[in-house]
């Protein structure tokens, strides 16, 4: 085995900015397609693409797919349209190419044959023709004596003979790392964690290439990696125990490994590990639900980066300018939905002020994934969609209010039981709602002041206070006891469904 023994490698850490500027950032998310992509990963990619941005380098996607049993297109596809929703454009990956392609570790299987039998031919590997039986045996033996479960190393000193003999017997071989006898610590120089040494002890020889040719993902990562110049490998904390193992690839290659920063791990508000337990983990959830980009993006960046004291709200090209690897902390940020909620009211405020017709579509979306609105969508829908939009204003902290204060908008009135008892139940109420749909009941679009008028001028002849017939009128049109405006909304609903459900709410009255 080349280079085992003497002095621990030390993968030196960058100091100053300077420094990470006279290398090419090149940065990436290795994600695997086995699912929807998760805020975690979402996270992860996140800090990757701010670093490369920050720096003037590349942030590249690579699809890590080598797990066929879980691995889907589908799951590719979405991962990557969850992404460039978020607005994290990348510059090389499976769908745009790039000179290191290609992108997806299944296309690239010749490579890590090739890597491997290098390591094979230098000795730094060698050829393992146990069974996956014997294997199982090995570690039942172990188990039952209680000692730990590693390889025997019967394969690591096979003679020429014996491995044609194995051969014939129509074994096919799987490809180790020698590691068990790599005798030094492994120091990993992690840029937010500073030097976490790996004893040798919990090194085993490792498989690399399965015995059907399939890479492991210690091996791919490895070669992956390096042959696409990945200056800086930023991810979960879960990889912190692989990096010694990929560690010693890189030195039984003689290739110079990339800076490693591992992220804390994401707690959920019970200060466990954030799990659906607590709500949506999948930034799809968040798309599906209206929350805006941005405003994830800007909740991403908070959660173990601290740039400012008092203050939260950034914009992307604030947190390109500012955000600095050194800054990020090493305790466990909390992903807490209230904060992305709240932060979601915010980038919503500003965006009713800038494109009210932006926020109708994120509205919108939310509407057609709730079937009150059928596509193809009408120019007039989207003019009626924006103009609850805009009634409802600062109550929209995601898209999916539209439906907590808006509902009544799109489809048949649901009576809040206490609303009904409070407004409907009184004696008086049925025979006013019936007076107020009489007097509306006329041809002619109802504008906000001619709706007033009507409320007024009943009130006046009954001797009563408005309040006396706003009251009821609301929970018949709405259901509600709370909402926007009433004459605004009655406007919107129109003549002909204001009346009707003025009659209707008349029935139940009483
Ligand atoms: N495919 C790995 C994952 O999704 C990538 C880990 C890494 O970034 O190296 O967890």
Redesign the pocket.
Known sequence: MPRHGGTPPVYTKTGSESEVDAVTVRTRY???PTGLLHVG?AWAAFFNWLFARHHGGAFVIRV?DTDRTRSTEESERAILEDLRWLGLEWDEGPDVGGPYGPYRQTERFALYARYARDLLEGGAAYECYCTPEELEAERQRARARQLPQRYSGRCRHLSAAQRSAFLAQGRRPAIRLRLADFGRTIVVDDLIRGRVEFSPQHLDDYIIIRSDGSPL?NFA?VVDDHLMAISH?I??A??LSNTPKQLAIYEALGWTPPQFAHLPVILGTDRKKLSKRLGDTAVRDYRRRGYLPEALLNFFALMGWYPEEDREIYSLEELVARFRIEDLGKASPVFDPAKLTWMNGVYMRRALEADPGRVAQVCLGVLLAEGLVAEPVTPEQRAYVEKVVRLLGDRLKVGEDILTYGDFFFREVTFDPAAEQQYLRRPQARELLRALADRLEQDGALSHAAAEAAVRALAAERGIHSREVIHPARVALTGKTAGPGLFELMELLGRPRVVARLRAAAERAG
């Open positions: 290795a994600g695997s990963g890590e993902y990562n490998v991810r979960g879960e990889h």
